[in-house]
């Protein structure tokens, strides 16, 4: 099957430190992997789609000068939360697509729980 | 624009009864992809099931079963036999044309009860 693998699975920092989430896909190649965002309690809003080898896009009303998203591989994603806030305190988790008999389907990371005191 | 709408916050079933997790959508895309997702208390996202627009027939993964209605807009994930570990977040994606990300459905929390 597809694994995504995403490290760490929960971080506690300082506000006004960065923090870099990895998500890899394990036994496939993305060029196209995603990062959402989950709040407690709600669903997932995604965040961007980061391109391997291009800049992300980036959805509206997300900063991307705040969620720096680098694709340099085809197997390697990251998040790099700059300068964070408690408000950005929330569960962030990718997914990478897989296609297999002409439907592609996204397969998820387990998850990185973000606290930001 | 795409939508997704989980009406059900919360649904309770007896273990080993079936249940129906309701999921309406709403997109003006010609072709489309409807998703079921499982979010347990871990928080992983765990793919269920995976039911095309022009699909003729309606998917079916094990114990998972998607009612597909197209005139209705609807994609109802049913579970049947429902077991215990069955207790988690269930979310109805949808992916359309020209757009591969995923947009989500508010979910619904299943309880399976002993």
């Known amino acids: 099957g597809a694994v995504v693998s995403q490290h760490p699975s929960r971080v506690i920092c300082k506000s006004g430190t960065s923090v870099k989430i990895e998500c890899r896909s394990l036994d496939f190649q993305a060029t196209t992997m995603f990062w959402y965002r989950q709040f407690p309690k709600q669903s997932l809003m995604l965040m961007a789609t980061s391109n391997e080898g291009s800049k992300a896009t980036y959805e509206q009303g997300v900063e991307k000068d705040k969620f720096l998203i680098n694709h340099a591989s085809l197997t390697l994603s990251t998040l790099t939360v700059t300068s964070a806030h408690p408000e950005d305190s929330s569960f962030y988790i990718c997914?990478?697509?897989?296609?297999?008999?002409?439907?592609?389907?996204?397969?998820f990371g387990p998850g990185t729980r973000l606290l930001v005191l | 624009a795409q939508k997704i709408t989980q009406t059900q916050p919360g649904m309770f079933v007896q273990e080993k009864e079936a249940v129906t997790l309701d999921c309406t959508y709403d997109?003006?895309?010609?072709?489309?992809?409807l998703f079921w997702y499982k979010q347990p208390s871990s928080g992983e996202m765990i793919f269920l099931i995976y039911q095309g627009s022009y699909d003729q027939q309606n998917a079916t993964e094990g114990r998972y079963s998607l009612n597909f209605q197209k005139a209705r807009k609807s994609a109802n994930l049913v579970i049947s036999a429902s077991q215990l570990g069955d207790s988690a977040m269930y979310f109805c994606a949808m992916r359309g044309t020209g757009r591969r990300a995923l947009t989500f459905g508010s979910g619904t929390r299943l309880q399976v009860q002993p």
């Open positions: 997109t003006s895309d010609p072709s489309y992809g």
């Open positions: 997914s990478a697509s897989m296609g297999q008999g002409g439907v592609e389907t996204q397969y």
